[in-house]
């Protein structure tokens, strides 16, 4: 004898029906507790990966941006260094501007104020550093920056020596180059001879130019890292919308499709109960 209960047609309907309603209620009550449509592949494989890929590139280019900002900060001491370079500059060249009309007493006195200055202007260069990278006191230092794993994307900044003795070095006469570093013999043994100082003016002209050619060069690399700063961050933002709309749930929709299905289910309930009545009105035929 079979113990199966065998169910009629309309009853078995309603109970099919209040089951499927019950599982879309739960996916959007599910929906609306994660705020996800697509929450795993399960949900839906394409979407799901299609969203991964798009915020795995976002974190990657993400990573780039700090390091592009880190890069900022970098060519902006540098050029902060060679702004104070120039300047220096400018006080050594009136020292020696100076030193053409003092006496040899005086210029003594200025060259040692000369040394002092470039010694410190070496200092000053020196301590030009931001996370252990220094791009004024080498040309054989380099700012390396990759603003994407997945492309060759790179850019190099290379160093610039901005030290005294290099410096004035470039193009200069052995006396007068002698001169501008500062020998305490040399300044005193020109005293009629201002044409050395001029010469020593001019080498010093050529070194600002120099040193204003150098923070030209960085700060134009500045100008194009923050470029590429807000393009990125503009960039990443879109990554992270493109991944929203793939898998984020759409909350007044999911919110409206719950109520609905509340309704649906309280008339599948009913209609349950009409079924089942039904079937019992013709149990009681037979009492």
Known sequence: MSSNIVLGLG?????????????????????????????????????????????????????????????????????NAVQSVVTTLNQLQGLINSAKSETNAQRKASATQFNTLASQLNNLVNDASYQGLNLVNSSKTSLNLQFSISSKSTLKIAGQNLLVSVLVSNGAKASVL????????????????????????????????????????????????QTRLDFSSQYIATLQG???????????????????????????????SIATQSEQAVLRLFH
């Open 242 to 272: 493109g991944s929203d709309k793939l898998v984020v749930a759409d909350v007044n929709q999911e919110s409206t499709n719950l109520v609905t299905l509340q309704t649906r289910q309280q008339l599948s309930i009913q209609s349950l």
């Open 11 to 79: 009853t078995r309907q309603n109970l099919l029906s209040l089951q499927q309603i019950n599982q879309n209620m739960t996916t959007a009550q599910n929906h609306l507790a994660t705020g996800l449509k697509v929450s795993s592949a399960i949900d839906d494989a394409v979407k799901f990966f299609q969203s991964q890929s798009l915020l795995q590139r976002a974190n990657d280019i993400s990573l780039r941006k700090d390091a592009i900002d880190q890069g900022i900060s970098t060519l902006t001491t540098a050029t």
């Open 178 to 225: 002698a001169t501008v570093i500062g020998k305490l013999s040399k300044w005193s043994a020109v005293c009629q001879l201002t044409s050395k100082f001029d010469a020593a003016f001019t080498t010093l002209q050529n070194s600002v130019f120099t040193a204003q050619n150098a923070a030209q060069s960085l700060g134009g690399n500045v100008t194009f890292l």
